[in-house]
């Protein structure tokens, strides 16, 4: 078959490479065209956002957190970080006659912070809540099938103990994500802990992470998933006052889309949102219950309807 | 902009406009800032030059950004090619923001159709797009029709991680970049925005990434700072920024930006206004 130079010109690598192995290029993103802003509104409005379970940050956060950009959780040590992670985890799987995604999560756990029994009683409660909200023959059909054992079945655990197991998890992810065309959420927990042991070289340090930032937002707009990042707290001096401030440094600050910083302000937990390209700067309360990441003062079983 | 006399101004415009004749190309369009970062600019971006924003996490560029593209696609009537390396684009923001401009639904679609996106996450794709666009391919990207801004958010994103160490190809990425922008900035007329993160000097000032080669590339640099002390929190919406090169105006001149004009339909019944809506 005869091709001429134009033909061949307008063509990119990668189509090149789909046709010789016969396997279908990735549908979704292509790196080479232009999107309108239009098209990409259109596109922002299908894929949707996970709720939080907690309706004041939802609604700071216009929806919930958004699928296809990064967010980064930060926060000292206990107030609740790894808690949000896993009520996460569950709630992007609230089934789609419900208002959810239906969607599967990878958890990267780095920390050894996964538990199993909080899972197991978030999933629990968000099981319980929904059966009590089922109202139409189609709600409680899919009831049949949201349990305990699917919403197990549906988190894929990692544990990487150091900086160069993170990183190659992350090589291998794309052909993952590409065999389970399902996955709509990735949760690293947290990103700080491998990069702040044996790592002295503070330049190598930042490179590598720049390097992971934009390895991580890459795969968040090919494949459309939503990627929470936690990330801990340092002390920072200035002008002989002390200030807690994420760790990592400035630049890795401007790795994530939406920032989020936890913290204890007297006895009230308090989430921040500091850094969204939507939503200015606000601050609300949230608690921990034995339920799982709840708004503040919230009773343990409500009735409201989320949809 | 405050001018010596009359007569000097004059001059000065009798010059360009002689030397415009001679090179057949008008250089003093630019594409106004709606907001006090005129001001600093000297009456807006001007087309034929790099401008560079640079800030730490959370300062604000993408927001002047998303303001410059839709200020060009709503107000000027032009299209916008956006290069997003952060993923940090959100279309339903610049809704928002034409909805501040104008309620009339078919007028903001239109808008959102004249700004052309591409999202790109590496630096090698990032050079190889600015050559196509640089090459003939400005056009065919913006789907015919005329380009007035190019804005890349952010180009330091993509290229610090390959500077330093024992790589040496991420500064000639870096300078081949900058070399197609300048080109395409100065062939098609376009006004180029680019953003860049900050790192603290010696003495712990705050400046712009990517080093000295960085440095000569942009014509005009703004240094965008949260005026605030608290690093975190329900800080307020006002932005401080800092002209730090500029071959127009003094250096170091410092303005008050408040991030929430653009949206500023939600507040007009508030009566809080911080700064005069410019007209364009």
Redesign the interface.
Known sequence: MFLTLPSILEKWPCQWSSGASGRRASPSFNAGEAVTALELLQRERECGSITTFSSQLDHALKGGLPVGKVTEICGAPGVGKTHLCLQLSVDIQIPRSFGGLEAQVIFMDTEGSFVLQRVVDIAAAVVRHFSLLAVDGEQKDTMQTFNMESILSNIFLVRCHDYVELQAELLLLPDFLRDKPRVRLLVIDSVAFPFRQHLDDLSQRTRLLQGLAQQVISMATRHNIAVVITNQMTTRLQDSQSHLVPALGEIWGHASTTRIILQWEGSQQVAAIVKSPCCIDTAIQYQITSEGFRDANQPEITLTNRR | MEVCCAACSLLTSKQWRTLSHLTSKKLLRNVPFPTSLDKLLDSGLYTGEVTELSG???SGK??VC?GV?VHVSHQLKQRV??ID????????????MLQSETSDRDEQ?EA???????????AY?LRDRLSTLRSGGLLQ?SGGGSVKAVIVD?V???I??LL??KQNEGMSLMIQAALALKTMAKDFGVAVLVTN????GGRGEVQP?LGASWSHIPRSRILLERTD?????????LRSATLIKSSRQPCLIKEELD??WW?RSERRSSGKRKRDEADS
């Open positions: 730490g996490p959370g993408s927001q998303f593209a090619i956006y390396t952060t993923g940090g684009l959100t279309a339903s923001r610049l809704l928002e679609m959102l159709q004249r700004i052309h996106v591409f999202r790109l996450f590496d794709s990207a952010s330091s994103a993509v610090s991680p330093g160490g993160h900050v790192t603290r990434g002390r608290a690093p975190s929190g329900c800080s307020s919406t991030l929430q949206s």
